[in-house]
């Protein structure tokens, strides 16, 4: 999505209260919506990738999600199936499977509500080179690695941890706890997990 592209401005309760371009929204730090994929293969590994160096947040880092903003709209669930497609360059991806939903601050960025997902693609992947550097599938020993080794300047910040099955909120999150949370059907997980939106 580009700067000039239309969002749905939310209340504290994901309640739609207008429409603003999404660099107005930024600028202005207003409340909006964000989904965030966590891709595995049919090994259960992890779809990580580095930023591209051009972006406008966060360049360069690393994150474990694809996702981005929603769109005016849009919903959650096509929002998730949308930016799977579009970032790993798949036409048909799976359903992504949805978790939880929380709202986020930043003290830098603003706030969003996040719907956090999890799909599972054994297919080749053909990420979107504006989009991404580099990306490759780690287990999560590796992942575990990799956020140990990689945890400060060069990862993307309150961005780097997600819903893993079997464990807490504190095995699984790195940086700050959502502020307020909302759990998936069924109750659902509402472990901690600090995200980021994506885009330009």
Known sequence: MSADEILDVVDGDDRVVG?????????????HRCVFVLVRDGAGRVFVHRRTDDKLTY??????????VVGAGEGYDAAAVREAAEELGVSTPDTPRFRFRFLYR?????SWWSAVYELRHDGPVYPQESEIAWHGWVTEAELDRMRAELNGPRTAP???????????????????????????????????????????
Request: hydrophobic share 25%; net charge positive.
């Open 158 to 200: 309150r961005r780097t941890s997600a819903w893993w099955p079997g464990r807490g909120p504190d095995q699984c999150r790195l940086g700050h706890a959502p502020t307020r949370s909302r759990p998936g059907p069924g109750g659902g997980s509402r472990a901690g997990l600090s995200l980021r939106p994506k885009g330009s």
């Open 59 to 68: 360049p360069g880092r690393y994150d474990m999600f694809v996702g981005g």
């Open 106 to 110: 930043d003290p830098t960025y603003g």
């Open 19 to 31: 429409q603003l371009a999404r660099g107005e929204v930024y600028a202005r730090r207003l409340v």
